[in-house]
């Protein structure tokens, strides 16, 4: 789909459900495309952590004001490596088509 114009994206925005999401929900479909353990693999000993950084990304539908994900914790708890998991999914998931990203 190519948009040239903010008239084609409001247009389409108005059919195609990808078009609103904010960064949290479109985090929180690639976690539901992907699913967490395959996202987070390799990363042992944090199950709770996960499950509330999944949770964090899952409640885009709640008011988005002034959250922020914060990662606390010693040298080598794993904090780099989540958020590079993260991160190279999503790369991954905007390869696709439940995961292209359009900008205006």
């Given at each position: 789909?190519?948009?040239?114009?903010?008239?084609?994206?409001?247009?389409?925005?108005?059919?195609d459900?990808?078009l609103?999401?904010?960064?949290?929900h479109?985090?929180?479909?690639?976690?539901?495309?992907y699913?967490?353990?395959t996202?987070?693999?390799?990363?042992?000993?944090?199950?709770?952590?996960?499950?509330?950084?999944?949770?964090?990304?899952?409640?885009?539908?709640?008011?988005?004001?002034?959250?922020?994900?914060?990662?606390?914790?010693p040298?080598?708890?794993?904090?780099?490596t989540?958020?590079?998991?993260?991160?190279?999914?999503?790369?991954?998931?905007?390869?696709?088509?439940?995961?292209?990203?359009?900008?205006?």
């Open positions: 789909m190519e948009l040239r114009t903010i008239r084609q994206y409001v247009s389409a925005a108005r059919t459900p990808r609103r999401r904010t960064a949290h479109y985090i929180a479909d690639m976690l539901d495309d699913t967490p353990e996202v987070f693999a390799g990363i042992h000993g944090i199950v709770k952590p996960i499950g509330d950084i999944v949770g964090f990304f899952r409640a885009h539908s709640l008011v988005m004001e002034r959250r922020l994900l914060l990662l606390v914790g040298q080598g708890s794993g904090k780099s989540t958020v590079d998991k993260i991160k190279r999914h999503i790369e991954r998931y905007s390869e696709t088509d439940a995961g292209l990203a359009f900008s205006v």
